[in-house]
């Protein structure tokens, strides 16, 4: 079991890259939440088996939004928490 926190600058608000983000971790069967942060940025908690976060990351910074665009972003390894679906938190 693998779990991260990024943070993904860019284009990544108003344009569905939480919905499309939650998407592709349902298909990842990965874990965690997905949020807007009030400086425009998405902040992400997620994980699951080491391939399918290694999937899920490439996903994540090439924009799972068609209308979106990721210019920059951090990724930090996080300790494990019971996670057992993927949310979009408000």
């Known amino acids: 079991m693998k779990s991260i926190k990024i943070i993904v600058?860019?284009?990544v608000?108003?344009?569905g890259f939480r919905y499309c983000t939650k998407m592709i971790a349902d298909q990842l069967n990965i874990a965690g939440i997905v949020k807007n942060?009030?400086?425009g940025s998405v902040y992400i908690e997620a994980q699951g088996e080491s391939h399918a976060i290694d999937n899920f990351v490439k996903s994540v910074i090439s924009s799972p939004s068609?209308?979106?665009h990721v210019s920059n972003y951090i990724i930090n390894i996080n300790e494990v928490k019971d996670y057992t679906s993927f949310e979009v938190v408000y």
Do not use: A, K
């Open 66 to 68: 068609p209308s979106g």
């Open 13 to 15: 608000q108003g344009v």
């Open 37 to 39: 942060q009030n400086d």
């Open 9 to 11: 600058h860019g284009r």
